[in-house]
């Protein structure tokens, strides 16, 4: 199946060439994407550098604008799958093909969890992945273990449903709106790697905030969204 990997970039410039360069050694059957989202380092030459394919943002739309935009690509080129891949390293390309593998099988919506086989840590940092995860399960009664995961497949359908709706960022809370569509999400097992350079934006008050964000989402926002 015809397969675009979108990777928003937002001052990834120590990062970038090695995210892609994994894309083309372990991945080289997909096509991909990175979206330069107004990043405000040397980003946007390291990909005029390398000869890398990408859309320049001109201002930051945030990880919402950057990825729906690649949907909108997609749209536009007829893509039967979209990999969201995140552009700091993290992710590893090997695991691109098994995410494509259940897509096919039927599934809408795969994610790329690190608990599947293995425990959730109760560090600080896992205790909001437990928080939102166990909201899920109370909202849906359905049992998603790395709701956070930013690494995921999407069907044609659901490369509508991000493409078009403005309401509906690749956001942990939108899976509870996913599941009322009745769409199939299904986890497998990754390994991620921890970032090499840059800091990410998640610090303590950004964690907070997010995640009251995330609460109220999941409770009062996604259960009562009108289902088109």
């Known amino acids: 199946m015809k397969t675009l990997v979108v990777i928003p970039a937002y001052n990834e410039a120590l990062n970038i060439e090695k995210t892609v360069h994994?894309?083309?050694?372990?991945?080289?059957?997909v096509d991909y994407v990175v979206v330069n989202d107004g990043s405000k380092d040397n980003t946007l030459e390291v990909l005029k550098k390398n000869d890398f394919n990408y859309i320049d943002g001109f201002c930051n739309l945030g990880l919402f604008g950057a990825v729906q935009t690649g949907f909108k690509l997609a749209i536009k080129e007829n893509y039967d799958i979209v990999i969201q891949f995140d552009g700091d390293g993290q992710h590893s390309a090997k695991y691109i093909a098994p995410l494509v593998k259940e897509i096919?099988?039927?599934?809408?919506?795969?994610?790329?969890?690190?608990?599947?086989?293995?425990?959730?840590?109760?560090?600080?940092?896992?205790?909001?992945?437990?928080?939102?995860?166990?909201?899920?399960?109370?909202?849906?009664?359905?049992?998603?273990?790395?709701p956070?995961?930013?690494?995921?497949?999407?069907?044609?359908?659901c490369i509508k449903d991000y493409a078009s709706e403005m309401n509906n960022p690749p956001e942990p809370d939108t899976l509870v709106y996913m599941l009322r569509k009745q769409r199939k999400i299904k986890e497998i097992q990754v390994q991620m790697s921890d970032r090499e350079f840059g800091e990410s934006y998640l610090n303590l008050v950004n964690t907070i905030k997010y995640m009251s964000r995330m609460m109220v989402s999941i409770f009062l926002i996604q259960p009562f969204r009108k289902v088109k």
């Open 22 to 29: 994994d894309l083309e050694v372990n991945a080289p059957e």
């Open 104 to 146: 096919e099988k039927g599934n809408n919506i795969v994610i790329g969890s690190r608990f599947v086989d293995e425990k959730k840590t109760f560090t600080a940092r896992m205790m909001g992945s437990r928080l939102i995860a166990g909201a899920i399960k109370l909202m849906t009664g359905k049992t998603i273990t790395d």
């Open 148 to 157: 956070t995961s930013g690494f995921r497949a999407y069907d044609r359908a």
